[in-house]
């Protein structure tokens, strides 16, 4: 957890944090508590109402990220283990079902290019939408560059799954 403390930024873990927190209230419990000190236990409370709210992980999953969905919710999107080679598209989406899961759509294809690149290797996976443009396409993400392009459907390429939790 990130907190500033007389205009110097400190890290410090969850456990830290509510020690720190609740030893300085308990302490200025008879006297009027600063600005500073209340500005620091909402952070602290903002922040673990956050972590409070992450989706948990199953063991070989990695946390992506999550972006705001049209609805105004966030939608959390987590890396599932495990890997598909030499697959065309619609085999790849049904593959990443059977994980229980969905191909990346192209948000989440450039998060994981930025965050979780060193889970890939540096090939096109699939993503899970169609070409608006062209039918018979649909899109991908480059591990070596970080590129995404549209390729035809019957080409073989890799394929990864992700679930995603709506909070």
């Known amino acids: 957890m990130n907190l500033t403390i007389n205009g110097l930024p400190i890290v410090v873990d969850q456990v830290a944090a509510e020690e720190i927190v609740q030893r300085h209230l308990q302490r200025r419990s008879d006297e009027q508590k600063s600005p500073e000190l209340l ?15 992450l989706p948990q992980l199953k063991p070989g999953e990695k ?16 890396l599932l283990p495990g890997v598909a080679r030499n697959k065309n598209w619609q085999a790849a989406m049904e593959w990443a079902v059977d994980q229980g899961g969905y191909l990346p ?63």
């Open 39 to 53: 500005d620091w236990a909402e952070q602290f409370n903002a922040w673990k109402a956050r972590i409070d709210q």
């Open 63 to 78: 946390y992506l990220g999550a972006h705001c969905g049209p609805d105004g919710k966030y939608v959390h999107t987590i």
């Open 105 to 167: 759509n192209r948000i989440e294809g450039a998060m994981l290019f930025a965050y979780l690149k060193s889970e890939f290797e540096n090939e096109v996976y699939w993503l899970g939408e169609q070409s608006a443009d062209d039918s018979v396409c649909a899109w991908t993400q480059g591990f070596d560059y970080g590129d995404q392009d549209y390729w035809l459907k019957d080409g073989k390429l890799m394929a990864r799954a992700v679930r995603r939790v709506t909070i």
